[in-house]
């Protein structure tokens, strides 16, 4: 079956980087291809919020509180979707989840943490 496994959390500095990874496992690159791939996140006492999206064509939906900061990419030949974040804030404290739909079948991940502090 498919599985999303994320990677790449961990504490930074504010105004610092990160890089969360989705590598997708069960599935080839052709059918990944065809996925619309998001993240979403969950802050401390929050609801799950959408942050990213990126469709099979690489259209790409942006939260506003990330835009221009944070960049959803992917790399269908490894199966893997990326978030770059950069200028992180507290406020982006949260755990990171990934997504991949089609049609009516969707899997996440078990989500990775982010911590933004100083």
């Known amino acids: 079956q498919v599985q999303l496994v994320e990677s790449g959390g961990g504490l930074v500095q504010p105004g610092g980087s990160l890089r969360l990874s989705c590598e997708a496992s069960g599935i080839t690159g052709i059918t990944f291809r065809f996925y619309h791939m998001g993240w979403y996140r969950q802050g401390p006492g929050k609801q799950r919020e959408l942050v990213a999206t990126?469709?099979?064509?690489?259209?790409?939906n942006y939260t506003d509180s990330v835009k221009g900061r944070f960049t959803i990419s992917r790399d269908n030949g490894k199966n893997t979707a990326y978030l770059q974040m950069n200028t992180l804030k507290p406020e982006d404290t949260a755990v990171y989840y990934c997504s991949a739909a089609w049609y009516s079948n969707t899997y996440w991940g078990q989500g990775t943490q982010v911590t933004v502090s100083s």
């Open positions: 990126m469709d099979s064509s690489g259209n790409t």
